[in-house]
């Protein structure tokens, strides 16, 4: 049975040492070793404090109860037979229940690794508190570490003093005679001196309870923070009942001097009354008769400090309102100022377009495309062009037949490509235009390294890399169809992963992966590296786990790589006065499912980092988007040199970083009460906003409408601009919502394109406030315009019939034209067993006008009365425009109605070839100039027709 034993146990320690050396291969090919170090190094220390922490007093206290037992007390029978059964067990018992209380306490400190590093490295943040003038970073970093510290003593000091009765009553050191109690001496100056300490550590625990009321929402249900009555009453009372349990702690120390019960007795009762009287009777007292009556007056100055701290603390400090009268009534050429804008609509919806690109792009059954794409911009001919984009991945479950661990761990290794289309362009059948599609990658993105090993969807791990000279057998890409039946094969020749190069590191494999092949494999040799933590969020997550990660990554091709961007933030809940957030409630909507449970209160975010992933060698590379962020600053102490500055960011990957959505819904939630920085406006809740539900979800599920990606000129902006945005209702509460705007969102995302430098426009949010007199539809009641509208109807009846489904695209709400343009793509598709959406009309809507056309232009025509002043990019690929020139003016025929007609044709013609160069060109004057001669010769056709 020992041999059995220690067996079972070597085994044990075996597959914890293979757990941690591998971890330890990871970690260093990564680069990022010194982040596992620190975190052993810490959670080990933490745990022998919290093992030692416990284990030493209550080992202490039984022992000293125990060495200090009446060596001649009578005990009755019903002791003297428990004594009897403990007796023998009692040696074990002294060490063995310390030691397992130890071990509770070791794993739950060593847990909270992170808390003790951040006081330890903590950094000053600058700002201070209105309520005590403390550093904020004192609340982020100081106070939570107390608070737990206080809270862990105060339990070991508890147990060790049950531990202390426990024993002295088993050993007659503490005797109950009916309602008599008789204790030792040495009992009485054991558990007396047990009783001040931990009366001692509730006076600290109570003291540093009144810094926590300026993070929790106490007194008041109006806001979080100190407010009157806690500033007042709450706080006072706390600092009054941490002295009267100091005092209490000193009467628990003469007792164990003196001998006498009743003083500490009495101060106990007399802290247990204090403490209801003036921890909640008289904070109660003060807020019904004192605030409620005059809540506005002597509640602003703390609403004022709640306002003011919960923008600085979701870096909305900065945002004002911008007054935007907007209009109602689409006149003719009142796009023409916002050509560039309504050129750059996004008519491709990425949520919708997945199974297009499939069926154009998957090329076979083994690739796939994410369900939801991605919106970037690239530089096209010289102009940034916003597109959609996807990588093709890898997809094992449709190998086929041959489904083994040989082919899925050594063959299939990889994906293969990037696909990425015009945002505002479709075919002339109504299909995405692709920019770069094909295997191999062809297009606008030139040349990069094209094999996604590391992706959304990669499987848990594979098996790469092959000697110079051996055999290729990863799948590449598939054979040709130019009777080539022969697929193309690589190896993997980068730096992805530990190096299976002894066979003790492929026996730790086996055991992590329990996978008896990767040891037995002839296929995994020396050369051999094995991937795993292929998804760039675990992989971020790992090397930085004081990050919260935004759940949305996006591929980008950068300096001839395919590179994963993530934004990451840095949060807290203890800031003070600001308001608290559940992060995962703030960031849900449509695209964006909510979690059943989630813990992930926040009151303060900053996007400090952005990290890339590159997908063909899955490095990591940090990024210190915000320097100033003092916990992002606390961490680079932590972990030394593992954040590059965002000097060494290259022009190509500064042009792709965007503004993130997770964090501008975050925001938007704020602004959404806190757009009001006057306490009355505040308390009054009279001008309170919500985002809108997402007009083209199902209302039975109706999730948030998400926030879009558009490249677009702002009222007052000088030039447009990759942004993201939303749009706000009023806040109802549920009762009569009333679906108009009232407000407009918008944050600058585009961080400009020059090396190691952000644009200093990049983050500005814009909030554009519509008059409260005015009524702008919102996008609920411009969705039931569209689904109501008769000629809509007919026309949607026409394209939904038996074999075919209509798909409402994202409904993008566009400032143009003095007021709010709504553009909806319709999407067809079939409801065959092979089926992907066809676009093949666009709604537009503008004030109560509505078109719904086969191109954006010509809805745009339609509802601006046959002269939008503007183009979009709709046109497709199927005509290619002669090269550039300057229209031709309208000529005036000598002789003949027929001659006068031909020529008036003959300018139509002109002017539309002029237009279509200067669209493709991007010369918007000439383009302006074009239309108006396209016109004037229309008009004059139209003329000669009467």
Known sequence: MVTIAVLAVLVVLFFIFSSLYTDWLWFDQLGFLNVLTTQWVASAVMFFIGFFGMAVPVFVSIDVAFRFRPVYAKLNPQLDRYQQVIEPLRRLAM???????????????????????????????????????????????????????????????????????????????????????????????????IGAVYLALQAVSIWLDQYSTLSSQTSSTLFEGASYADANAVIPGRQILAGIAAVVAILFVITAIVGRWRLPIIGTALLLVSGLLIGSVYPWIVQKFQVEPNVRTLEAPYIDRNIAATREAYGVAGVKEEPYSATT??????????????????????????????????????????????????????KSQDTVIAVRELNQANTGA?????NNTLVYTHGYGVVAAYGNQRSSDGLPVFLESGIPSTGALGKFQPRIYFGEDSPTYAIVGAPKGGSKIELDYPAGDQGNNQ????????????????????????????????????????????????????????????????????????????????????????????????????????????????????????????????????????????????????????????????????????????????????????????????????????????TPNDPVSDAATAKLQPPYYLTMKLPGAKQPAFSLYSTYIPNSKGVGTRNILTGYLAANADAGSTAGKIDSGY????????????????????????????AVANQLALLQRGDTKVKRGNLLTVPVGGGLLYVQPIYVESTAETSYPVLRKILVSFGDKIAFEDTLNAALDSLFGGDSGASAGDGGVATTPPATGTPTPPTTPSTGTDATLKAALADVQSALTARAAALKSGDLSAYATADQALVTALNKVFALEK
């Open 95 to 193: 060490y063995g229940i310390p030691a397992v209380l130890g071990l509770f306490a070791g794993v739950a400190t060593s847990s909270r690794w992170q808390l003790a590093l951040e006081w330890i490295n903590g950094v000053p943040s600058g700002k201070v508190d209105p309520q005590f003038g403390l550093d904020i970073s004192f609340y982020l970093f100081a106070l939570p570490f107390y608070q737990a510290a206080a809270a862990f003593a105060s339990a070991v000091v508890l147990i060790s003093g049950i531990a202390a009765l426990a024993t002295s009553y088993l050993y007659g050191a503490l005797r109950f005679n009916g309602r008599e109690v008789r204790i030792s001496r040495s009992a009485r100056i054991q558990l007396a001196t």
């Open 763 to 790: 983050g500005k949010l814009t909030l554009l406030a519509l008059p409260k007199q005015d009524t702008v539809p919102g996008p609920g009641q411009v969705q039931n315009n569209f689904n109501t509208d008769t």
């Open 329 to 382: 009534t689409a006149a003719q050429g009142a796009l023409r100022n916002d050509a560039e804008t309504t050129a750059n609509i996004r008519i491709i919806d990425p949520a919708l377009v997945s199974d297009s690109f499939a069926q154009l792009e998957q090329i076979k059954q083994y690739y796939q495309f994410a369900p939801h794409l991605d919106v970037d911009r690239y530089k096209i001919d010289g």
């Open 402 to 406: 041959q489904q083994s661990w040989y």
């Open 487 to 690: 697929n193309a094969t690589t190896t993997f020749s980068g730096n992805g992963g530990p190096k299976l190069d002894s066979v003790f590191k492929k026996l730790i494999y086996a055991i992590k992966f329990q996978s008896e092949q990767i040891f037995l494999s002839n296929g995994v040799n020396n050369d051999s590296q094995i991937l795993y933590n292929r998804k760039p969020v675990d992989r971020i997550q790992k090397v930085a786990p004081y990050l919260t990660l935004d759940s949305d990554p996006y591929p980008a091709v950068v300096d001839g790589k395919v590179v994963w961007i993530v934004d990451g933030y840095t949060t807290s809940a203890s800031y003070p006065y600001s308001a608290i957030q559940q992060l995962s409630n703030a960031i849900s909507d449509t695209y964006t499912p909510a979690p059943d449970f989630a813990l992930d209160n926040i009151n303060y975010i900053r996007n400090s980092v952005k990290a890339t992933v590159d997908a063909y060698s899955g490095k990591v590379t940090l990024y210190a988007w915000d320097d100033k962020d003092p916990i992002l600053k606390t961490w680079q102490k932590i972990f030394p040199s593992t954040v590059k500055p965002v000097s060494a960011m290259s022009a190509q990957l500064i042009s792709h970083v965007r503004y993130p959505a997770d964090l501008f819904k975050v925001q938007r939630e704020i602004l959404g009460t806190y757009h009001v920085t006057d306490s009355n406006t505040f308390y009054s809740s009279t001008d309170a906003w919500i």
